[in-house]
């Protein structure tokens, strides 16, 4: 009798919407200070303005946070924290290529001299490379040539358990940028793509291919020297002649045009869902994240909002059969809010909606472990331009 009492009490605390009462809210906003707080204080605080940086940014992911909780909600939220984060990736990109150029090569097995830019996109595409040279330093010995993604590479694991591809939605700074254009679509885009593409959805897995053979043959990332929408901020590799031109020409017709033009048509996350490598990928790796989106179809009527309304074509809605939500849905929220009838629910993997209709503290787990990453790469993104931008006014 007690035990059953206690539950009930928990489950007080939040409602069928997973909203939460002001007093759980700010227990978990302030738990996700703290932790943000306490990462940017153990990264270490070069000087004023690198401290005043992460304490806002801690500050805002916090107040974010609480809007989250006590609203039930997290798709317009996000979207606030996923955009500031990517003006502060473009800001980092043009003071010093992120975190580094990392000049990589392998003494002792096939030539590889190659500089990437150290960011998620980059890594994946020269996942042929890494393996190569992975394999090299085990039978030769040397780790150091490898050493340098040991620790990002614990990391992305951890991010890819906790989020699996709503990393795609709440840490790359690339998809907000292609979200951003969509969302400027509107309600109605001039190009409406309503439907399933069916098959056609798969073609970033062949994207994902190609760009590891190429980086493989070329011993170079091909990703970042021919697509990459970042060289806007002038980081460029090849700084004259035709190689520069045929740089800009690629990116224009790849980069921008999916990630700002097309997206901006359909009002649908074009570079994200057909050319993005590193979202072909998560789609893959990003199976291991215990938590999804489900359809509770006891509640669904077909209606079809939430398949026109997702903006990476991950939903299928068919009168004949169940609604069908693929391994490219991000997590990004917006079908969580728009279903008329909330049949679309977070859930963890093993759980059966329509058994288990109150799934409320899996989206607050799962809202808090998004938070908490998205907060540790602002907070390593603002804190490297609030150094940078105090060091070079104190030096005149």
């Given at each position: 009798?007690?035990?059953?009492?206690?539950?009930?009490?928990?489950?007080?605390?939040?409602?069928?919407?997973?909203?939460?009462?002001?007093?759980?809210?700010?227990?978990?906003?302030?738990?996700?200070?703290?932790?943000?707080?306490?990462?940017?204080?153990?990264?270490?605080?070069?000087?004023?303005?690198?401290?005043?940086?992460?304490?806002?940014?801690?500050?805002?992911?916090?107040?974010?946070?609480?809007?989250?909780?006590?609203?039930?909600?997290?798709?317009?939220?996000?979207?606030?924290?996923?955009?500031?984060?990517?003006?502060?990736?473009?800001?980092?990109?043009?003071?010093?290529?992120?975190?580094?150029?990392?000049?990589?090569?392998?003494?002792?097995?096939?030539?590889?001299?190659?500089?990437?830019?150290?960011?998620?996109?980059?890594?994946?595409?020269?996942?042929?490379?890494?393996?190569?040279?992975?394999?090299?330093?085990?039978?030769?010995?040397?780790?150091?040539?490898?050493?340098?993604?040991?620790?990002?590479?614990?990391?992305?694991?951890?991010?890819?358990?906790?989020?699996?591809?709503?990393?795609?939605?709440?840490?790359?700074?690339?998809?907000?940028?292609?979200?951003?254009?969509?969302?400027?679509?509107?309600?109605?885009?001039?190009?409406?793509?309503?439907?399933?593409?069916?098959?056609?959805?798969?073609?970033?897995?062949?994207?994902?291919?190609?760009?590891?053979?190429?980086?493989?043959?070329?011993?170079?990332?091909?990703?970042?020297?021919?697509?990459?929408?970042?060289?806007?901020?002038?980081?460029?590799?090849?700084?004259?002649?035709?190689?520069?031109?045929?740089?800009?020409?690629?990116?224009?017709?790849?980069?921008?045009?999916?990630?700002?033009?097309?997206?901006?048509?359909?009002?649908?996350?074009?570079?994200?869902?057909?050319?993005?490598?590193?979202?072909?990928?998560?789609?893959?790796?990003?199976?291991?994240?215990?938590?999804?989106?489900?359809?509770?179809?006891?509640?669904?009527?077909?209606?079809?909002?939430?398949?026109?309304?997702?903006?990476?074509?991950?939903?299928?809605?068919?009168?004949?059969?169940?609604?069908?939500?693929?391994?490219?849905?991000?997590?990004?929220?917006?079908?969580?809010?728009?279903?008329?009838?909330?049949a679309m629910q977070l859930v963890w993997k093993h759980q059966e909606t329509e058994v288990s209709p109150n799934t409320a503290w899996t989206?607050?787990?799962?809202?808090?472990?998004?938070?908490?990453?998205?907060?540790?790469?602002?907070?390593?993104?603002?804190?490297?331009?609030?150094?940078?931008?105090?060091?070079?006014?104190?030096?005149?």
């Amino acid at each position: 009798m007690k035990k059953t009492a206690s539950i009930a009490k928990v489950k007080s605390f939040v409602s069928s919407s997973w909203a939460c009462t002001p007093t759980l809210a700010w227990v978990l906003t302030g738990f996700v200070f703290i932790i943000l707080v306490s990462i940017a204080l153990v990264s270490g605080i070069g000087n004023w303005g690198e401290g005043v940086a992460k304490l806002g940014w801690s500050l805002l992911c916090g107040g974010m946070t609480f809007g989250m909780l006590c609203s039930g909600k997290f798709y317009n939220y996000r979207f606030l924290l996923f955009f500031l984060l990517a003006v502060g990736a473009l800001i980092a990109f043009h003071l010093t290529p992120l975190s580094q150029i990392v000049e990589w090569s392998d003494k002792t097995g096939p030539d590889l001299d190659s500089q990437i830019a150290f960011c998620h996109i980059s890594i994946v595409s020269i996942l042929g490379n890494t393996l190569e040279n992975l394999f090299s330093s085990l039978v030769h010995g040397p780790w150091s040539h490898w050493g340098v993604y040991y620790l990002p590479g614990l990391l992305y694991l951890l991010f890819t358990l906790l989020l699996g591809t709503a990393w795609c939605s709440w840490a790359c700074f690339y998809g907000a940028w292609d979200e951003s254009a969509a969302r400027l679509a509107g309600k109605k885009p001039w190009w409406r793509l309503s439907k399933s593409p069916g098959k056609w959805r798969h073609i970033g897995l062949g994207v994902l291919l190609a760009v590891i053979v190429l980086a493989f043959i070329s011993r170079e990332a091909f990703f970042c020297r021919w697509i990459c929408p970042f060289k806007l901020t002038t980081q460029f590799w090849d700084a004259t002649g035709i190689y520069r031109w045929l740089q800009i020409l690629v990116m224009l017709l790849a980069g921008i045009g999916f990630v700002f033009v097309l997206s901006w048509l359909t009002g649908k996350r074009m570079f994200c869902s057909y050319l993005c490598p590193f979202g072909a990928w998560q789609s893959i790796v990003g199976r291991i994240s215990p938590i999804s989106v489900k359809c509770r179809h006891t509640l669904c009527n077909r209606c079809g909002q939430c398949q026109t309304a997702c903006p990476m074509h991950a939903i299928s809605v068919s009168q004949t059969e169940a609604v069908k939500i693929s391994e490219y849905c991000n997590r990004c929220g917006r079908c969580l809010e728009i279903c008329p009838q909330q049949a679309m629910q977070l859930v963890w993997k093993h759980q059966e909606t329509e058994v288990s209709p109150n799934t409320a503290w899996t989206s607050i787990v799962f809202v808090l472990c998004a938070v908490i990453v998205h907060g540790m790469l602002g907070i390593a993104i603002w804190g490297s331009i609030g150094k940078q931008l105090i060091a070079s006014v104190l030096n005149g």
